[in-house]
């Protein structure tokens, strides 16, 4: 009976192991399945991942779509897209042209200096202004600062040429003008709260919505392009005096010299 038992024991212990050995080969069946499809599911997504990227990365950006878009020129502007910034009702042939760029701390410094001076020259009627704008700190810094500045810029310029001249000033100023590689400009509540400190501007709803809709982007891209088609501007600040390339001035009396030694006199 012992013996008979133990047999029966055995012949029963075989038949777990068998059915063990069979539920183990169906476990690990089903666990390389999902190993499987997740590897797939991974793949997959990885693929997709990247194809998104690759679309996203291949789609304009905001500022290359308004390079393309339909150009809106604010007031006070005239030309060819409005391009041409003019300022002073002066009947004399004398025109200062400034060669700007919205980032540049050379241009800052310029402005902080001289700018007064050169613009009480202008309201004197001792000559017109003339300004051309570009963005080439942002290519070569990186951002996009010098482009939103400009487009503000014009946002003022469509306020009135005053508007244009006194936030310039602001943008320029030591209090707020950024740091080069700073890309504060890039910032629409930025760019706001330098206008608020010019009365033509300050809580002015039309120049906000104007800024913070871009109105004047394609506008700014525009003037971008013909600052880049200047040929004899290599640098900004670049000053001209009746299309006649000057040396910088660092002081007023460096400004007023090269007025008399172009003939720009009262």
Request: with cysteine.
């Amino acid at each position: 009976m012992s013996k008979r038992n133990s047999q029966a024991a055995k012949t029963a212990a075989r038949e777990r192991l068998r059915q063990e050995r069979e539920r183990q080969v169906k476990r690990d069946k089903v666990k390389r399945q999902v190993i499987v499809a997740c590897s797939i599911v991974g793949v997959l997504a990885i693929a997709g991942g990247i194809g998104y990227a690759v679309v996203q990365n291949s789609q304009p950006s905001g500022w290359e779509k308004a390079a393309e878009a339909k150009v809106v020129p604010p007031a006070n502007a005239s030309g060819k897209n409005g391009t041409t910034v003019t300022i002073g009702d002066s009947k004399t042939d004398n025109v200062i042209h400034l060669y700007e760029d919205p980032r540049c701390p050379a241009c800052a410094s310029f402005e902080q200096t001289v700018g007064e001076t050169v613009n009480k020259g202008m309201e004197d009627g001792d000559y017109k202004l003339s300004f051309t704008l570009g963005t080439f700190l942002d290519g070569n810094l990186g951002g996009e600062g010098s482009k939103n500045a400009l487009s503000a810029l014009g946002a003022a310029l469509n306020v009135s040429p005053e508007a244009f001249l006194d936030y310039k000033a602001a943008l320029y100023s030591s209090e707020y003008h950024p740091e080069e590689s700073s890309d504060e400009f890039a910032k629409d509540d930025y760019l706001i709260k330098v206008a608020d400190t010019v009365d033509a501007l300050k809580n002015n709803k039309k120049f906000q919505d104007a800024v913070e809709k871009g109105t004047y982007d394609a506008w700014a891209m525009k003037m971008s392009e013909s600052f880049d088609k200047t040929e004899d501007v290599q640098s900004t600040p670049t000053i001209k005096i009746n299309d006649k390339v000057i040396e910088n001035p660092s002081t007023v009396a460096d400004w007023e010299k090269a007025l008399k030694d172009a003939g720009v006199t009262k």
